[in-house]
Every structure is written in structure tokens, then in C-alpha cells.
């Protein structure tokens, strides 16, 4: 029997995390039909480590909820599964992206997709972010798209994962202008106004799930917190009008983005509306 | 019902049929049926009839070998052991699931009913069996449970699914067999399937050694630290207050942590992340031996952190370790602090001090 599970961070703090996780899960399993759906994280039951008991014998589909490739794809996950931390290590390239491995409980094959984030359909996420905070399917035109990320130096595929999805989006000439920003690294969240020439932006954090970063840091940093912590919808900063989407990763579409990753790896997944 | 029951006892009689009492075989000219060793030949047409005759037995392996349909293999056996079906034979067992059996599982009452041949298993919470059920917010939908397993009744986040803590007031009125399952799994995930690997004796455990072995990042630290230290980390984070689990780690293979492992039924089969969260927040107070104090002010430590600990959590932060009020912590520090008192009496395998250091 086919099994799809979703590999998330999790956290010892931040309910959202995993949350956001267990529903896109719960989303794909309502679709899955007799695919097995569950979730597993780093930092909450069930442990990555642990994960793979509770899924019926056969091939496993691995969607890691993660931004982009790094340390916890290449590293934690495939050496909490038992495979060791050497990366490519013992997984074998199959077609495109997709990498398989023998089940550590020797139950059948694991199937390690590429996580959402980096997918090409996030572009088509982002855009339906943008749409849901603004109300108004046709948004784009006068208005720029800022796309915002972690960014770190120690991995540089995350902001070059920003990067294509904000060209994507750029070429098909729907937004004003559409820029890039990141937390650590320049250019700064701080500075959306000075690199914008339009009087409106809608802001997409391409984050997994609203905790810190999203509900505190970006929204201080765009200068748009009220005194209760929160931010109106849409907010002014610097005689801009800012509509700040939240943590893009609990758009209900990602769903269909890890579906999609499954699907490609060999999944009966049908498409999660 | 019973149409799909003798169509299925037929196909399954080619390969023989023995089953909690239950015998069925093909034979050449019909079949031998029997329960509980009472075994008659009868021919094809009989069988209905004979099945119609012994209902309870029929049901009972159609239950567990056709309506459960999992390829997991701890799902039958637990559901058995919801039911004691290993210990009660099948007559007295669908005599007693009328009123319903009852098992508890970490903080969950699961309760088995069998009428007209429907298992129908409701769960509550342990503290709520005595309310009655329109006091509680029914739920029939499983994913339900993991959201009710998020917070605690003062509805602070809980990074454990094992601590006791597990919110009350609901129930699960009506659950098949499958999603009772799911429940289950869902307030404490992969519970069962570590259940089983240990009833089986095939669990497989990793020592708190391994473990730290393979950490990577921040997690590094937690290699260095000593047996002292796992030991007060172990009585702060495992013991029955903390989580219901039982650990069924030590050290390493060889040298135990002299830490009560719990009474709990579900097993623990290596350091959880919050574990290890607390480990490598209290390493560095762990590189040195526990201070020796004068015995009036290590009891009064020792006391006052007990004091904080029955109080409960000040905090809504349970998984903030680096918090001077977190409870974790405050644990952690009683254990260090009261273990300079092992020391002296010359508990401390580690201590590098002589015990007449005094
Ligand atoms: S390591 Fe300790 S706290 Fe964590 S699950 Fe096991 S027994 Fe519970």
C-alpha cells in the first residue's frame, strides 16, 4: 500500500508549526483514497526518526515542508529515516528530482521528493496569496509583489529559491514590479519602501507557518505593528499601502503542491481541490 | 451480513480456518467445522445454518481477519488487546463487550461495545469517565484529536504528546475500529507501533549515548555530557509527572541511570527532541561536578524547587528550557543540586571526588 508522509520542523514553542504541517495532511488524505497520509517532524511526535512504523509496508512518498534544500533535507531527515548523513548517500537519482532508497525497516522503498517550497508551482501560490489578502483576483496591475525570505549564509539555495519564484512571477508581467527581500541578508526587509516606486504592495513571506518571523519580526520591521501586536489589513508604512500576507506555507494550495511532488514520484494521489 | 460471512468462511476454508476456537476446513465432500474442539463434519449446504448457530465465533474472525483491513501489522493485535481477546474466549468476551470493555492508554479511556455484531469503540478523556457524556464536546472526525491534543486546560502549547497534560471535556462517542486507531495515534503518535515492537521484543532501542552520538548542529553539545548530568536530565524530563511514557533507555548498553523509567504502558524507545531540547540547554551547567553546598542550603534548594515543581508550570512556554521559570528547568536544578547528596553518600559512580571527601 502507498504511503505519503509530510516531513515538518516542528517546534517546542510555536503550535502553528506543526499545525500548518497536519493540515495540509489531513487536506491530501481526504483525496488520497487508499494512500496512507500522515505527518512526521524533527521536533514533534511523531519523531522523523519514528515515522516510518506507522505507515503501512509498500512505497512511501517523502515530502519534506520545508523552504528549500539545505541541512534538515540533506542532513536530519535522511539520518533520522536510518539512511546516514552522507548526502546523496545511499538514496539512487530516479527520474527529475526524486530520489529513492531501500526502507531502513526494510518495508518497502522510500521515495524523497524535493520540498514544496521549491517546487514551480509556489510561484502560482505566492500570486494566490497576494489575491486572497487583497480580495481581488485581478490584483496586480499599479501594485508590486514583494516576496520575502529567511535568506541565510549558511545556505545560499534558500534566497536563490526567492529568487526564481519572484522571476517566475516577474515574467509574466502581472505585477507593478516584483521584488525580493530577506531577513538577514540584503536587501532587508526594512528597506521595502526604498525599492518600490508604487504606492501599493502586497507582502508574501515564504515562510511555512506564522510564528516568530512572520508575526513579529517582518511585520516590525515593515513598520506596520499596531500597539496589540497585530497589523491592519492592508497598513500604511511610509504613505504606502502594505497588505501583508502572513506565512504563505498555510495557503491551503500547498496541499496540492506536495501532492503534486508525490504524484511525480509515483503516488495515486488525485488532485487535492 | 451473515451472506458475506459464509462466503468468506468458504474462500478462507481452503487454507483452514483456526481462529480464537473457530476451526473451518474444506474437505472433500463438505467441511469440518468446529469451536472450541467440538469439531462435526457437515455438507456445503449446511454451513449457513451452522454459522447462523454459532454467530459470536463467525464474528469474531471476520472482524479481525476481514472488516479490519490493514497492512500494519500492530493494528489487529492491539485492537485484540483492546477487547482482551488473548484472555477471554469468545462467548464470555461478547458477553462482557455488550456492556463494553474498557483499557487505558496514556491519559485516554477506551471503551469496546459490541451489539447486533458493531464494534463501536468511544474514547474520553480518564478524568472524564465518570461525566456524563453530554457534558463533553462529542467529536467523530479523528483529525479532531490532534488539535485537542495541542493545548492543555490552561491551553498552553504542549511540545510532549506523552506529558500528562492532556486537555479533558471531549469524547469520541462512536468510533469504527480504523479511526479509533487513528485517535489513538494521533493524541500519542506512533504509540502503538512502538507498543507492539516491545510486546514482540523486537523494539528497538537506542541508548542515550547513540543518540547523542548522531546529533548534528546545536544538538552537538549533548555528547559531552556526563552520567551525572544525563541522570538529573533523565529525573527531570521522564519521570511519571513529566510524561507517561516509560523509558526503556539508559545510558548505553551496559550502564543503567539508576532513574525510575515510569509505569507507563507505552513504551520509550530513545531521547524525544524535547529531551534533548533540555539537554543541550542545561549541558554546560552539567560540566562540572554538582556543587557542594552546605546541607541547610542545598535542602533549601532542593525544597523550594520542589515547591515551584508541584506548583506547575508558571509559564506558557513549557518547551522554553532557557527560561528561569520553566519547569523542565527547575526540575533539572533540584536533581543537579540534590544529587551533590548522592555524591556524599557515594551514589555517584562518576564522581570523581572521593566519597570521604568530607
Ligand atoms: S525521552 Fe523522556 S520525556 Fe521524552 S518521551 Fe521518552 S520518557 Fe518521555
Redesign the pocket.
Known sequence: MDSIVLLGHGSHLNPNTSATVHAHADRMADQAGDVHVTAGFWKEEPAVADVGRTVPPGDCYIVPVFISEGYFTEQVIPRELGLGSAWPGSWTAVDGDIVCADRSDGAGTWWYCRPVGTHESMADVIVSRAESVTGREDVGSGTALAVIGHGTERNPRSASVIQRHAETIRRRDRFAEVITLFLDESPYVADLTDHITVDEVVVVPLFIANGYHTTEDIPASLGITADDGTWPVPAIADGRQVWYAGAVGTEPLIAEVAATLARTAGAAIGPIP | MIDQQVEALRDAARDGIDYDGLCVERTADGYRVGVDDSVEAIDGAALPAWVERHRQYVDNWWFFARVVDDERPFVVPFLRWLERAETTAVPARYRELRAGITRSWGQLRITVTCTDGHRRYAIVHTADVDRDTESLTSYDDPAAATDLARFDDADRYRP?K?APTLRSGWAFPALSAAEAVEVIDRFYPVSIANWYAERAGDLDVRHFRETAARQSGIYRVVESIPAAGVRAI?SA??SDE??L???RWELDGETDLDVPA?DGRIP?R???S??LEAARTFAPMTNEAPPQLPDAVRTAIVDLCTELDEDGPRTNRVGAMDEPDNPYRIRFLRSWIAASTRREKGVDADSEQPDDDH
Do not use: A, V
Open positions: 510532549l506523552s533523565t524530563c521522564c513529566m510524561c511514557k516509560r523509558r515510569g520509550c530513545e531521547p524525544c524535547l529531551y
